[in-house]
């Protein structure tokens, strides 16, 4: 069974289980590896949350680095399902929420929810990119919130007057970008 392993923080070496299948982009170890320890110093006390959650490896890598929660965003049956039996065997169930439904949707119908942190690391082949982050902007964020973002090196340069980016590293075709919401 394939699998990834937590980078740092209490739940460090552990292992997250994933399926066989060719269903996931994980993003790379030193892609992760960079991105935690920009965020490290501000995670203690935060309120995370994880779109296109996929293994649920950023959510729980800020989990184990000190997040209070992450609400992690999965529509995918089988991920889903891998995500909540890793996060009881990781022990972590009372600090996360998981919700089985498409990112857009959850974006859609959800109110009144401010988050510290935001990872969005949509599937490449798509526009989500586009089409969500100022709606997410607008929704779940607040002055200072961190969005990080993933793409593919290639796809095209977007802008928002609102995210002053703060850091980018790039790992083969992810590149990673977090951001600061200025607003």
Known sequence: MPSLRIIS????GRVIKTPIKKILKPTPSRVREQLFSWIRPDLADTQCLDLFAGSGSLGIEAISNGADNCIFVEQ???LNFYLKNNCD?????????????SAENF???VKDKKFDIIFFDPPFNKNYISALVPKIIDRFSKQGTLIYIE?????????????????????????????????
């Open 151 to 183: 793409n593919r090196t290639s796809d095209e340069k977007y802008n928002f007057d609102a995210l002053e980016l703060i850091k980018e590293t790039v790992s083969g075709e992810s590149n990673g970008k977090l951001y600061r919401v200025s607003l």
């Open 89 to 101: 065997d990781l022990g972590i169930t009372g600090k996360t929420e998981i919700l089985r439904q």
């Open 9 to 12: 923080g209490e739940l460090g």
């Open 107 to 109: 974006v859609r119908r």
């Open 76 to 78: 995918n049956q089988e």
